[in-house]
């Protein structure tokens, strides 16, 4: 199982625009492969509300590379550069950070 994890950063009106556009992204995010598409907010710890997670599991590091071909590829994700270099300094993508289950049987 591979996971991946992208944290958002930004004013809690730019993370209600991460909400909207994440569950916008989710069915074409698992029409390319991504399973179980979330977005996860913090209750504890840093970031609080300026902080948001999404996240998408593989079952496989080849299945997550078909996903990245795709979403490289697509109308969809230069939107996506447009739309948040927009509203930078508002929102930043921090990271995307890609895991793997180190004790999974």
Do not use: C
Not at 25 to 38: I, L
């Amino acid at each position: 199982m591979i996971s991946v994890a992208t944290r958002w950063e930004g004013t809690p009106e730019a993370m209600r625009a991460v909400e909207a556009g994440s569950r916008a992204a989710k069915p074409q995010h698992e029409s390319w492969g991504a399973k179980n598409p979330r977005l996860m907010r913090p209750v504890t710890g840093t970031g609080g509300m300026e902080v948001a997670l999404y996240v998408t599991d593989f079952e496989s590091m080849e299945d997550y590379g078909r996903f990245w071909d795709q979403v490289s590829a697509s109308d969809w994700f230069v939107q996506l550069q447009t739309d948040v270099a927009a509203a930078f300094p508002g929102l930043r993508m921090a990271d995307t950070v890609v895991m793997y289950d180190a004790i999974a049987d």
